[in-house]
Antibody, heavy 122, light 108 residues
Framework: QVQLVQSGAEVKKPGASVRVSCKAS????????MHWGRQAPGQGLEWMGM????????IYAQKFQGRVTVTRDTSTSTVYMEMSSLRSEDTAVYYC???????????????WGQGTLVTVSS | SYVLTQPPSVSVAPGKTARITCGGN??????VHWYQQKPGQAPVVVIY???DRPSGIPERFSGSNSGNTATLTISRVEAGDEADYYC???????????FGGGAKLTVL
């Protein structure tokens, strides 16, 4: 069965960086886009960016350009999201989510990771 | 950038029909997906490509999309349908995924 398993909760100080991992299993890793999004406490979903595990340049939300980097390791079927210059407003649950296919940006997200809480506090 | 507008809250009595809207400029020309999110859980897709329903989602869930409004309709609402619902599109003009702000469905 398809599974996306994310790394554990993180506590970071303002100005630090964080890297969250998302290990995929149960399907052909390079056949589906992978997206990252987040949800601040009590707030809605916010899309951050995506990567084609089969290669190609990641696409980022304009808000996160220059501060977020999404990478993938095909040998371990893992996608990473790294965010730098953290501030308190970045406190949120971060999710990875699989795109329905690996060729259509319009696709829905059919599987989600369990979420990773990142807390930014001095 | 493209904006999707949802009502913050929708209330409905059990057994009645709930309609949750998602407004956007010419959204009828886009593909809309809907997610259900219960507290402490990851979202789950309940309608994709405007009106398709994933396996395992009850037939009570349906979707439509035309003009400037997409609608998620939940018939014969049950207490277990109480959740936040988000719409999602891909905006090709900016190469971005856009989510609506979410609508909290309350079953009275």
């Amino acid at each position: 069965q398809v599974q996306l398993v994310q790394s554990g909760a993180e506590v970071k100080k303002p100005g630090a960086s964080v890297r969250v991992s998302c290990k995929a299993s149960g399907y052909a890793f390079t056949s589906h886009y992978m997206h990252w999004g987040r949800q601040a406490p009590g707030q809605g979903l916010e899309w951050m960016g995506m990567i084609n595990p089969n290669g190609g340049r990641p696409i980022y939300a304009q808000k996160f350009q220059g501060r977020v980097t999404v990478t993938r390791d095909t040998s371990t079927s893992t996608v990473y999201m790294e965010m730098s210059s953290l501030r308190s407003e970045d406190t949120a649950v971060y999710y990875c989510a699989r795109g329905f296919s690996g060729y259509d940006y319009r696709d829905p997200f059919d599987y989600w990771g369990q979420g990773t809480l990142v807390t930014v506090s001095s | 950038s493209y904006v999707l507008t949802q009502p913050p809250s929708v209330s409905v009595a059990p057994g009645k029909t709930a309609r949750i809207t998602c407004g956007g400029n010419d959204i009828g020309t886009k593909s809309v997906h809907w997610y259900q999110q219960k507290p402490g859980q990851a979202p789950v897709v309940v309608i994709y490509y405007n009106s398709d329903r994933p396996s395992g989602i009850p037939e009570r869930f349906s979707g439509s999309n035309s003009g400037n409004t997409a609608t998620l309709t939940i018939s014969r609402v049950e207490a277990g349908d109480e959740a936040d619902y988000y719409c999602h599109v891909w905006d090709s003009s900016s190469d971005q995924v856009v989510f609506g702000g979410g609508a909290k469905l309350t079953v009275l």
